[in-house]
């Protein structure tokens, strides 16, 4: 064999050793890309689950978040709309038993017995006995009906009418006023404050 040849044979498996390397690289170039594209695709597909479900739980918390300040605001709502209650319930409590004076019980008796006729009994808390019974009979000396007027150790304040014959009974007692100027007064007082 020539150097020519051998030359030429040399030349040849180069270029076939080249052309196979070539080859085998361009073949490792595109499974890498393929790799490549892959992985991105991947990595592409986990961000936006990622992102969504990121979303998801923001805008749960925000959610959470919101609910439990919008409770917390109805549970202001109520102890304040409460405490107003239970404050204007006992300023009005104290006035109106303030006002239970023994003037006003003689003229809330005289004009009770006036609405509801004299022939009925009342009875008085003890201390006031004397002096009510004493003003109601100069009032009513023209009345040809009795009021029987005794004294109840029970109450402290206040009076209690009766009318066995006709079958009713009233106390008129500081709390029974209280109690029912309170729940008129307090319907306005939903309607001022906005009933929680």
Not at 33 to 48: L, S, V
Not at 73 to 99: C, K
Request: aromatic share 4%; glycine share 4%; charged share 30%.
């Amino acid at each position: 064999m020539s150097d020519k040849n051998l030359e030429n044979l040399i030349e040849t498996i180069k270029q076939d050793a080249i052309a196979t390397a070539d080859k085998k690289a361009a073949e490792i170039l595109d499974k890498a890309k393929k790799e490549a594209t892959h992985i991105i695709t991947a990595a592409e597909t986990k961000k936006t689950t990622l992102i969504e479900e990121g979303k998801k739980i923001a805008e749960a918390t925000i959610n959470k978040g919101e609910n439990a300040l919008q409770q917390a605001a109805r549970d202001l709502s109520i102890t304040l709309y409460n405490d107003i209650s239970h404050l204007f319930r006992s300023v009005l409590e104290q006035e109106v038993n303030a006002s239970f004076s023994p003037k006003t019980v003689k003229n809330l008796v005289l004009k009770t017995l006036e609405q509801v006729g004299t022939n009925s009994e009342v009875q008085l808390p003890e201390d006031l006995k004397n002096e009510v019974t004493s003003y109601i009979h100069k009032q009513l000396q023209q009345s040809k009906e009795l009021t029987k007027i005794s004294a109840n150790t029970a109450l402290i304040k206040g009076f209690k009418i009766t009318n066995k014959d006709e079958g009713w009974s009233y106390h008129i007692t500081p709390e029974d006023v209280t109690e029912l100027l309170f729940e008129q007064l307090s319907e306005q007082w939903k309607k001022i404050l906005g009933n929680p």
